[in-house]
């Protein structure tokens, strides 16, 4: 919105030369970081208060730590929070004529929604467990198909208009229609090496990762401060490749691909980090207040959106690699019990207990020492997914 107004200023008064600064993309990206980050540490001790006032305390699972009984109480729904500095402060400095950061916008509230959905039938209800697996699943489903099929055709063409004639030129082929290599899978490591997906395979793989990275971080957030940072670090190493993806000189130069109006999305990313450090500000240990699922799930779905514009969906499993690790821990735990149960009558478990982090705890690990490890081994695993733009 300030660049507009910023425009408009300058058109009435051409000596005011100073405010071309507002459209350079890196300027605003550190002024929605800063707007974010001020937003969330001005608010957060009013919201704390108010959702403490309301009793919106965190349940603690009946089979879960003793160390986390403690927590009972703790206002949860923090995420609303992080998400409220995030949308004014992209509003108010990205270009609104940028479709991609509206995309990622979308998901990420429409995600933050159904987390919200889930924290208040935990909280109102009373039941830990919240909205039903399948219910969830569903919602973030619908989420996740809607965006990966507008995508693949929106990252094919530059403008809406193009977007919609691509659209209807699938319908008609028989959804039959051949897409850019922008639209591929990007090797990581190697030069100009895309694997061509088509449209089934892009909306497949987009739903995969979109879905995949919100439940990802909603599984990850299970202690003081451990998912915010890493959303941090992996936003902002994200918001260095959508800069140079959306510039075509720096793209041409590191052999990535050229993603028209992508730059914009570093606004976003810079907004998330803002936000993310605030509500860290609260968050860490001992935590005065939760994230919830509605901001894990919500800043999950945002990450997977951002990789998949920016065709770095791989790097993001790399960046990201504490997110993995820890979904597929519930996974290999779960798989795993159901079936010695069949088996052998009684199910047994490979961890001490899903997810990772809590395995750790139960091998003696402090909770500020699983915490801080798993930042570093991020930002370590952040390191090698920037290595990436250079190394091909």
Known sequence: MLIWLAQWLQSLSPDLGFLRVFQYQTFRAVMAAMTALLLGLAAGPWVIRYLTAIKIGQPVRGYGLESHLVKRGTPTMGGVLVLLSILLSTLLWFDWSNRFVWMVLTVTLGLGAIGWADDWRKVVDHNPEGMSSREKFAWQSLIGLAAALYLVFCISENTNARVLELFFTWVQSGFDVSLPPTAGLMLPFFKEISYPLGVWGFVLLTYLVIVGASNAVNLTDGLDGLAIMPVVMVGSCLGIFAYVTGNAVFARYLFLPHIAGAGELMIFCSAMSGAGLAFLWFNTHPA???????????????????????????????MGGIFVAEALSVMVQVGYFKYTKKKYGQGRRILKMAPLHH????????????????WIITMLLCLVGLSTLKLR
């Open 288 to 318: 005065q207040v939760f994230m919830g699922d509605v901001g894990a799930l919500a800043l999950g779905g945002a990450l997977g959106t951002i990789a998949v514009i920016v065709r770095q969906e791989i790097v993001l499993a790399i």
């Open 359 to 374: 395995h750790f705890e139960k091998t003696g690990w402090k909770e500020t020492q699983v915490v801080v490890r798993f």
